[in-house]
């Protein structure tokens, strides 16, 4: 499985307006095993750490990598970028079928 690139940072910097608190990590990684768990998939591991140029990846060994400035943006952006690389899990690449599912599970109720 490739690594997947979420977004560019220098693409989506001023279009987010940052939290003033940071979201705990503990919360985040909670989000992630919702998530994960709702698209019937299992990270091997979940690392936030972080990153210069991406605000996730995805390893062909199935660990998710996730930037520590992902907790201190909008819910809303956390979800994209969650879903997105959950989705990794089960295609690994950006294909239709890709951006099907990845609209569908974005899809508000
Ligand atoms: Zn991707």
């Known amino acids: 499985m490739r690594r997947g690139v979420t ?3 220098e693409a989506t910097e001023s279009a987010w307006q940052p939290l003033e608190e940071a979201v705990p ?17 299992t990270p091997r591991e979940i690392r936030i750490q972080p990153m210069k140029r ?4 995805c390893s062909s060994r199935g660990r998710l990598t996730f930037d ?8 809303e952006f956390r979800r994209e970028v969650i879903v997105h690389e959950l989705l990794h899990l089960k295609i690994p690449n950006h294909g239709k079928l890709f951006k099907a599912l990845l609209r569908a599970h974005l899809a508000r109720d």
Not at 68 to 75: G, K, N, S
């Open 68 to 75: 520590t400035a992902l907790l201190h943006q909008p819910a």
């Open 25 to 41: 990590v503990d919360v985040f990684r909670a989000e992630v095993l919702a998530w994960a768990e709702r698209l019937g998939v």
């Open 54 to 57: 991406k605000w996730a990846s």
């Open 7 to 9: 977004k560019r940072k």
